[in-house]
Nanobody, 119 residues
Framework: VQLQASGGGTVQAGGSPRLSCEAS????????WRWYRQGPGTQREMVAR???????DYADSVRGRFTISTDSAKNTPYLQMDNLKPEDTSVYYC??????????????WGQGTLVTVSS
């Protein structure tokens, strides 16, 4: 299965876009979904995580502003980003651990989507 993040673009500071992660094939089960980001000249960092039991975790830099959730029909994640700041400018990636599609289960990185926050 392949993943593609979408929903990025240029937004003004304070904006609230929502990122989606589309799968090329139906996902029947998953273990953990994560969203990562990588800004200019920085290492990739995890910003949000959701487990199969719906427990969530966030990086300190986004806690209270970002919300991770899943589409129960598609078994794919969303990332609601509120009150964006210029320092949130990054390429955002979705990552699935234990994604099962058909008889194959794997950990998969998605293609990223660029979010640019203008001040």
């Amino acid at each position: 299965v392949q993943l593609q993040a979408s929903g990025g673009g240029t937004v003004q500071a304070g904006g609230s876009p929502r990122l989606s992660c589309e799968a090329s094939r139906r996902i029947f089960s998953w273990f953990i979904w994560r969203w990562y980001r990588q800004g200019p000249g920085t290492q990739r960092e995890m910003v949000a995580r959701i487990g199969r039991d719906s427990t969530t975790d966030y990086a300190d830099s986004v806690r209270g502003r970002f919300t991770i959730s899943t589409d129960s029909a598609k078994n794919t994640p969303y990332l609601q980003m509120d009150n964006l700041k210029p320092e949130d400018t990054s390429v955002y990636y979705c990552h699935g651990t234990g994604l099962c599609s058909g008889s194959v289960c794997a950990d998969v990185w998605g293609q990223g989507t660029l979010v640019t926050v203008s001040s």
